[in-house]
């Protein structure tokens, strides 16, 4: 059994995906602008990623703008049966890369139409609705109207499942009045956990939380006692973190994002570590 078997699966609406994912917003160029310096060093982290085992991918239209996704389709077009690829709407760069909200219904199934065409799809699995009230974080507000707009796409069959990023446990209860959720995106790590209840809450129901920058995105998860359990256990920092992730909750699916074949073996060995009781204690103490 390889380490991503071992580290279980969990269900995206009527899919059942690997809990070690990947996420592709660091194979877009410098601010996830432009194309990466590298673009056949960017194919191959995705054909390692599905080589090794992975079955659950993470993309944006917006990222690059539109980089990622031909990307995706470059390197793994067709696609395998059993990949789930998810993406998110509701965004959208200016000519400077500023991250702009794009909400109106016109935006959203432009969005979808983006996706699909540059995913080279006829349907998308999981779409996220990501939230743009402030782009860094949570901040409450009814998302009923775009939500909407998501769900009449769905009906017309070009979304399959629906899911929602960067909102708030009041925002969760208002989607799910209105569509069927499968996931939540936001941001999420041994050293931000704003969102302890909140997935305990959906593990109950079923739904899986996707946590984002699970290393702490643009600032690396850095930390004494990261790196001293780290060096007991032979393994890295990051292994560690990823490896805490997948013990907090049965529903966390990881989409770790990295632009290297290096960095994304390590991630996804991490089943093989084993974290003890005293040592998840020492971790909580992250927070
Ligand atoms: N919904 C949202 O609003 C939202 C926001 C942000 C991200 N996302 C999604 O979440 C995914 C994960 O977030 P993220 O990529 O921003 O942040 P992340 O996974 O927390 O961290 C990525 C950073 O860690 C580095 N890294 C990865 N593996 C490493 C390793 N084994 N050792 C050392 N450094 C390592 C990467 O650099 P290298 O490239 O050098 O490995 C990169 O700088 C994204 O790819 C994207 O798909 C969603």
Known sequence: MTSIDKSGTFALGDRTVKRLGYGTMQLAGPGVFGPPKDQEAALAVLREAVAAGVNHIDTADFYG????????????APYPDDLVI????????????????????????????????????DV???????????AHHPVEGSIEAPLTALAELQQQGLVRHIGLSNVTPAQVAEGRRICDIV???????????????????????????????????FTPLQSSTLSAIAERLDATPMQV???????RAPNILLIPGTS?????????????????DDTLKDLDYMA
């Not at 703008?65 to 793994?76: C, F, G, M, V, Y």
């Not at 790590?189 to 305990?200: C, E, G, Q, S, T």
């Not at 973190?241 to 013990?247: N, Q």
């Not at 290297?260 to 003890?276: M, P, R, W």
């Open 65 to 76: 703008p539109h980089i990622t996704n031909k990307l995706i389709r470059q390197a793994l």
């Open 86 to 121: 998810d993406t998110k709407i509701g965004a959208r760069r200016d000519e400077n890369g500023a991250w702009l909200p794009a909400f109106s219904a016109e935006d959203l199934t432009q969005a979808v139409h983006d996706n699909l065409r540059n995913l080279g799809l």
């Open 124 to 134: 998308l699995e999981v779409v996220n609705l990501r939230i743009m009230f402030n």
């Open 183 to 217: 996931c939540v995106q936001n941001h999420y790590n041994l050293a931000h956990r704003a969102d302890d209840a909140l997935i305990d809450d959906l593990a109950r129901d079923g739904i899986a939380y996707v946590p984002f920058f699970p290393l702490g995105g």
């Open 241 to 247: 973190a990823l490896g805490w992730l997948l013990r």
């Open 260 to 276: 290297s074949v290096a960095h994304l073996l390590e991630n996804i060995a991490v089943a093989k570590i084993n974290l003890s």
